[in-house]
């Protein structure tokens, strides 16, 4: 019996694993349709598609689908997505935005909403928490990028504004509009990055408890399933001892 369990529980993680990986895979096929519809269907013209392509290549996505998805826009039968914005506040004070992209505005305004109520918070006008954070870029790398010291002297070097550094990998931050010319020289000197993206970067962040911070969490993972959803930030913090806590 113990084996059979054994089996059932692997069978699941592995069914969890394969529904993230496909549901990541269909938001990297909306990005790269919509970067090649509101551009040239050329990543080597069009800046917004090259970042949707690199990032899909470094998810090992397949080549296929990253053709399929640019030959969708340039053929002209791809949907028609708006990019929407949701901002609101989850439990404990946390100020969360929520990025869109969705074929139904009504449908995706509904649905995030409902996720906050249910969830702990609430949802407000779009500028409602903005103004908490920072529109900046991000790169991404692996923890086999190199050591802190230097990927921080290349980030320096890149022009980068900021790094953080831990066991799960280096994130770098610089301005939004050198997003592009940072991500190629840190190319240079690191590899490939995992992902290079806008992204929202809290100016300080809420400390919140294991209570708060539980509903906050379910919050967060209940938008993100959400198909229309491509992107969550919120300014919190918690403890190691109450993450490990909640992830028991």
């Not at 699941?12 to 529904?19: H, N, T, V």
């Not at 990986?21 to 269907?41: H, Q, W």
């Not at 890149?158 to 020289?185: K, N, P, Q, R």
Request: proline share 4%; hydrophobic share 40%.
């Amino acid at each position: 019996m113990a084996g059979h369990s054994q089996f059932k529980n692997i069978m699941y993680r592995k069914g969890r694993q394969d529904a993230a990986r496909s549901k990541l895979f269909s938001r990297l096929s909306k990005e790269i349709t919509v970067a090649a519809k509101t551009g040239m269907p050329d990543p080597d013209m069009n800046p917004r598609l090259r970042l949707a392509v690199q990032n899909a290549k470094a998810q090992s996505m397949p080549k296929d689908n990253i053709e399929r998805a640019i030959k969708k826009a340039a053929g002209g039968d791809a949907e028609t997505y708006d990019e929407m914005r949701y901002e609101g506040y989850g439990p404990g004070g946390v100020a969360v935005i929520v990025e869109a992209l969705t074929d139904n505005r009504n449908r995706t305004a509904s649905s995030v909403r409902a996720t906050f109520t249910k969830n702990g918070g609430t949802l407000g006008e779009t500028g409602s928490v903005a103004f908490l954070f920072d529109r900046v870029g991000q790169v991404v790398y692996p923890p086999t990028a190199g050591s802190e010291e230097k990927v921080l002297e290349a980030a320096i070097e890149a022009g980068a504004t900021d790094v953080e550094s831990g066991a799960d990998g280096h994130t770098i931050y610089c301005a939004f509009e050198d997003l592009a010319d940072v991500a190629a020289a840190l190319e240079t000197e690191l590899g490939e990055a995992e992902s290079v993206s806008p992204a929202w970067r809290p100016q300080t962040e809420v400390p919140v408890d294991q209570e708060a911070g539980g509903t906050l969490l379910k919050l967060i993972a209940a938008l993100e399933d959400d198909d229309d959803v491509q992107n969550v930030y919120a300014n919190f913090e918690m403890s190691d001892a109450d993450m490990a806590a909640l992830s028991a």
